[in-house]
T-cell receptor
Framework: EAGVTQFPSHSVIEKGQTVTLRCDPI?????LYWYRRVMGKEIKFLLH????????ESGMPNNRFLAERTGGTYSTLKVQPAELEDSGVYFCASSRQSNTEAFFGQGTRLTVV | GENVEQHPSTLSVQEGDSAVIKCTYSDSASNYFPWYKQELGKRPQLIIDIRSNVGEKKDQRIAVTLNKTAKHFSLHITETQPEDSAVYFCAASRENTGFQKLVFGTGTRLLVSP
């Protein structure tokens, strides 16, 4: 079974630019989560999709971040415009049920310069 | 909201020694406590978890203990091996309202020297 896949693995952009991160969950996993780890701090929850619906987006830092999961398959996380403090590693995870183990992707390292 | 503190931030041990990582949490309603291991350049992987209805869980060389009264939980690794070297994260969540809305600790970098 293929794992959670994230693209790109690394991204370096200038402040003010737009970046879109993509996550392909494990096939059949209705639940998809985004997390991020900023500057070596703790990993923080951003949001949770159940299929194409946002179940919980309480962790989204501000309106510069937009997450979508059209069709309930892959998800994108867009940052527009990017700020320096957005630098960090963005993780995606997926689970079959909302109360079962979530499997993480390898993350996208975003650097805003 | 929930806050999870993790100590130590780094831990160096000799191969064969035991390693203990400790976490405390603030939300008494939290009832699910997983531990993740992230090797360099790889994805975080769940290695063990515990729910608040038990006080201890063991899986080969890894064990987790939970003290609900004191609101702390610990990861114990016995007979450490170089391949145990990684960053370990503890986390907490409420199973009924956000199982994977995990609040993580800041991580412990474990280095096991041969």
């Amino acid at each position: 079974e293929a794992g959670v896949t994230q693209f790109p693995s690394h991204s370096v952009i200038e402040k003010g630019q737009t970046v879109t991160l993509r996550c392909d969950p494990i096939s059949g996993h209705d639940n998809l989560y985004w997390y991020r780890r900023v500057m070596g701090k703790e990993i923080k929850f951003l949001l949770h999709f159940v299929k194409e619906s946002k179940q919980d987006e309480s962790g989204m830092p501000n309106n510069r971040f937009l997450a979508e999961r059209t069709g309930g398959t892959y998800s994108t996380l867009k940052v527009q415009p990017a700020e320096l403090e957005d630098s960090g590693v963005y993780f995606c995870a997926s689970s079959r049920q909302s109360n079962t183990e979530a499997f993480f992707g390898q993350g996208t390292r975003l650097t805003v310069v | 909201g929930e806050n999870v503190e993790q100590h130590p931030s780094t831990l160096s041990v000799q191969e064969g020694d035991s390693a203990v990582i400790k976490c405390t949490y603030s939300d008494s309603a939290s009832n699910y406590f997983p531990w993740y291991k992230q090797e360099l350049g790889k994805r975080p992987q769940l290695i063990i978890d515990i729910r608040s209805n038990v006080g201890e869980k063991k899986d080969q060389r890894i064990a987790v203990t939970l003290n609900k009264t004191a609101k702390h939980f610990s990861l114990h690794i016995t007979e450490t091996q170089p391949e145990d070297s990684a960053v370990y994260f503890c986390a907490a969540s409420r199973e009924n309202t956000g199982f994977q809305k995990l609040v993580f600790g800041t991580g412990t970098r474990l280095l096991v020297s041969p």
